[in-house]
């Protein structure tokens, strides 16, 4: 999946994060296998383990790693989900923010008559490059010897 995730996807998984049971989400493990996601879990002298409701119940064997794995990859999802959600929305507010300082530098750049400096010429020249081409790669990894 390398393509960029649509607004409208966008809003559907915010929906469904908004619709699912509150968190936080824990699991509650029966001693022979089987593994419940349960939300807001908490444990007490007085009332031992309680919740405010099961999300999922994963049956496995005894010792079944694979069973806790996916117990706990749901438990997390929760606040995962809503971290990421996050995350991708300060990461779009950061492209806008480059993406409008980009179009100034540009309409700047196209107001300086750079023709009397050969100076300002290639340094207009390397600027529009990097404002209308491909990504720049990321930097060379410096710890590996460069081969003679």
Not at 27 to 45: F, R
Not at 110 to 118: F, G, K, N, T, V
Request: some cysteine.
């Amino acid at each position: 999946m390398n393509q960029p995730i649509t607004p409208e996807r966008l809003a559907e998984i915010r929906e469904r994060e908004q619709e699912a049971t509150k968190g936080p989400w824990g699991t509650y493990y029966d001693g022979k296998g089987t593994y419940t996601v349960q939300s807001v879990c908490c444990v007490s002298l007085a009332t031992g383990f309680t919740s405010d409701g099961d999300i999922a119940t994963l049956n496995g064997e005894h010792g079944d790693g694979q069973a806790y794995a996916n117990a706990d990859f749901i438990a997390r999802a929760r606040e995962d989900v809503r971290a990421l959600l996050a995350e991708v929305d300060r990461l779009r507010a950061y492209a806008e923010a480059q993406q409008a300082a980009y179009q100034r530098l540009d309409e700047r750049i196209s107001q300086i008559d750079i023709r009397e400096s050969p100076e300002a010429w290639d340094l207009a020249a390397s600027v529009v490059a990097i404002l209308t081409g491909p990504p720049l790669p990321a930097p060379a990894d410096t710890t590996q010897p460069t081969p003679k």
